[in-house]
């Protein structure tokens, strides 16, 4: 029988993905992932904390409280250097509207719109915690470099993806294929890390 991980999102993207990474490095079949779609009364929980890492230990620890499933939960976002590392944990919610990607890109593409190209270095940031029933708690980080381009390219991924290239990429993330974007992405970079700990933690 598979081992039972709850990741703490209704984002039906990041199970996909997560689901993904975790095949890739452990096999399939190894870990039966769950989001917060199989679980209907679960409230909304506030991301209070200051730092990537501070939201997802809070979600993470809510998860695991609420429904006894070891819980993986990760808090990510765009920090842009000309807006000194903003809008980095309110990324989702930057135009006012949680989950508007395109208002939120639009928002960061006119605020950084007269800075030069030289000075519109970014990087995509994903902390993501892994909280045990028992209290055991584990908190990595993933960070992909690049710079912010001044209009979008490409249709797949989410959030600021079509506005983000890659340090010594020629594609956005937008353009790149789920496994290229796996190889180099924050999100990825984390999960595998993760996905180590996983492994000791979880038996299958």
Known sequence: MSARLLLATANLKKLVELQRILDASLG??????????????????????LTFGENALIKAREGASRTGLPTVADDSGLAVDALNGMPGV????WSGAHGDDQANLDLVLAQIGDVPDEHRGGAFVCAAALVLPNGREHLVEGRQTGRILRARRGT????????????????TNAELSPAEKDAISHRGRAFRELSKVIAKELPR
Do not use: M, N
Not at 28 to 33: C, D, H, R, S, V
Not at 90 to 93: G, V, W
């Open 28 to 49: 399939t079949g190894g870990i039966k992932l769950v989001g917060l779609g199989d679980f209907p009364d679960y409230p909304d929980v506030p991301e209070t904390g």
């Open 90 to 93: 309110f990324s989702a919610r």
């Open 156 to 171: 797949g991924g989410f959030g600021y993806d079509p506005i983000f290239l890659g340090e010594g990429q020629e594609k």
